[in-house]
């Protein structure tokens, strides 16, 4: 099993950049794709971004290409989320997840969750 957390949310005005880490244990961190999903107040958790196991492979969501990047240490057991020019649609909490294997744009296919990190981007 692996166990995800995830750190650097916080409160950001719009425009500003933010870049949240999450951090991977228990397990052999490159045998895992590994995703972020976000969760806004009142509405479904929604895919966000992804990235295979050896990090050459990304997948994005609409909403964020372009302004979100998605990479991976695997010396460092740590997936990033760079976000930039952040809009108050961005609001959420933030989650680190991880499939072992292929990764995947499907959060029914990841097994492991982080606790979450909010981001707030105020207008």
């Known amino acids: 099993q692996v166990q995800l957390v995830e750190s650097g949310g916080g409160l950001v005005q719009a425009g500003g950049s933010l870049r949240l880490s999450c951090a991977a244990s228990g397990s052999t961190f490159t045998n895992y794709g590994m995703g972020w999903f976000r969760q806004a107040p009142g509405k479904e958790r929604e895919f966000v971004t992804s990235?295979?196991?050896?990090?050459?492979?990304?997948n994005y969501a609409d909403s964020v290409k372009g302004r979100f990047t998605i990479s991976r240490d695997n010396a460092k057991n740590t997936v990033y989320l760079q976000m930039s020019s952040l809009k108050p649609e961005d609001t959420a909490v933030y989650y680190c997840?991880?499939?072992?294997?292929?990764?995947?744009?499907?959060?029914?296919?990841?097994?492991?969750w982080g606790q979450g990190t909010q981001v707030t981007v105020s207008s």
């Open positions: 997840a991880a499939r072992r294997g292929l990764t995947s744009i499907f959060q029914s296919a990841f097994n492991y």
């Open positions: 990235i295979s196991r050896s990090g050459g492979s990304t």
